[in-house]
């Protein structure tokens, strides 16, 4: 069974950090595409990252560019996103997600499998 499960999520202050985990079971996380994304209220799934199975390389988007980094321990089976100087533009709810063919997308709907998710809120 392919499952991705999230943690770490939180309050944290503006301008401080924050990681996220993402554990990854049933598929090899070196052959999957990972991607995080941000949902608030009312709106639909933003991308915030994506890491390419090619040659591993991350690409972010929207206000995260610039201030988020990602990793993985293929090892262990685990992906993270590292969220620094936080901002009022960071909170919501981000959840991991997998996909084992195909390219990197800005479209959720591109991607096979999802954690649940986990919040993040930034307090000023």
């Known amino acids: 069974q392919l499952r991705l499960v999230e943690s770490g999520g939180g309050l944290v202050q503006s301008g401080g950090s924050l990681t996220l985990s993402c554990a990854a079971s049933g598929f090899r996380l070196q052959d999957t595409i990972i991607a995080w994304f941000r949902q608030v209220p009312g709106k639909g799934r933003e991308v915030v990252s994506c890491t390419r199975i090619t040659d591993g390389r991350t690409d972010f988007f929207g206000s995260g560019k610039g201030r988020f980094a990602a990793s993985r321990d293929n090892f262990r089976s685990m992906a993270y996103l590292h969220m620094n100087n936080r901002n009022p533009d960071d909170p919501g709810d981000y959840s991991c997600?997998?996909?084992?063919?195909?390219?990197?997308?800005?479209?959720?709907?591109?991607?096979?499998?999802w954690g649940q998710g986990t919040q993040v809120t930034v307090s000023s």
């Open positions: 997600a997998g996909e084992t063919f195909g390219s990197c997308s800005e479209s959720s709907d591109e991607y096979q499998f």
